[in-house]
């Protein structure tokens, strides 16, 4: 077991769960990784062998067929997988974020009608906030619903959709005026939709189009799509809680899950880094002994280690207070920060370490090189996060002049 990125006081539960998931990391990920990520090809034999873990249902309460495990068993759960291939975890990341906003903001029928089918993988989620003109200014949002009868009519453009294609589940957030009058602000005229979908793409249901996967410089292997409404008809009872107007709420509770998330897909990518650098830095001899004998190597390697366990703390502490059922945008923002911005600086010094051989396709330390730049950008960028941590503090350290 690697000395680094211990959590303390888990239960025997946890560690075997974290157990069963490294052993499967090990043997069925991090073995073809490189080679799926090269082909973008989507990992199908991964993702089954998720669902016979039950992983798509690790969150999702018992009583609906999951395993009812804390947001801190996940987000160790996606270090682990992240360690092994970050794509991985984006298909599960969404998948969560959607079955925590039913599990959370749901009425029962939507809660009963889902989870379950969620926790066996059979309903995929993806959730969709962002449009191609506003990135991070989520109360900028033009796509609508209008009310026509017992159902809602959608139409707009949506964007950055992980797992948009392979989804069957896409939790959309659009803006709804119906019943709140002029001047309200944007974001309490916000709604979240439930749509459900045939995986694919193309027109995948009368009215919502697909268009294909964009292209990126790494996170292959996950499909990221556009989603287009026109004239998408959506039932009333498909509102996510029934009412209108909370779905930006809805969303920023999902988001909180998510930012857990990306720190922790930070944690396992920058694990993986250092574990890339410090073996081959032992293996390499330059001047007559393994580069990890020189100073400057071995000052890198301190360096890489100190960030992998700071960034694990802040992550599991974010994890073990939103557990706590306490407000934690402040820790997940800063552990979101922290975990991406360490996370690209030990994927470089490992790249750095590799010397030419880093910049070799042959080598993972490529792929990961190419990875780690997305985690700055997932579920808002640092200065977004800047701005949430800025303003929380604000909050709890106003000045009683």
Partial sequence: MARLAQTAGLTDIQREILST??????????PVATELEHRDEYPQAIVDGLKELGLFGLMIPE???????????YALCVEEIARGWMSVSGIINTHFIVAYMLKQHGTEEQKSYYLPKMALGDIRGAFSMSEPALGSDVSAITSKAVKDGE?????????????????SLVAVLVRSDEGHPEGTAPH????????????????VRPGLT??????????????TTELIMDGLRIPADRVLGGVTGRGF??????????RVNVAARGCGVAQRAFELGVQYAQQR?????PIAQHQAIQFKLAEMATKVEAAHAMMVNAARKKDSGERNDLEAGMAKYLASEYCKEVVEDAFRIHGGYGFSKEYEIERLYREAPMLLIGEGTAEIQKMIIGRRLL???????
């Fill in 21 to 30: 998931v490294r052993d499967f990391v090990d043997k069925e990920i991090i």
């Fill in 63 to 73: 009583e609906y067929g999951g395993l009812g495990e804390s947001l801190l068993t």
């Fill in 151 to 167: 159902e809602y009519v959608l139409n707009g453009q949506k964007m950055w959709l992980t797992n948009g294609g392979t989804s």
């Fill in 188 to 203: 309490k005229s916000m709604t979240t939709f439930l749509v459900e979908k045939e995986p694919g793409f193309g027109e």
């Fill in 210 to 223: 697909i268009p294909g996967k964009i292209d990126k410089m790494g996170y292959k292997g996950v499909d």
């Fill in 249 to 258: 709420y809805q969303m920023m509770d999902g988001v909180e899950v998510g």
């Fill in 285 to 289: 001899h330059t001047f007559g002994k």
């Fill in 395 to 401: 909050e709890e350290y106003r000045f009683q002049g």
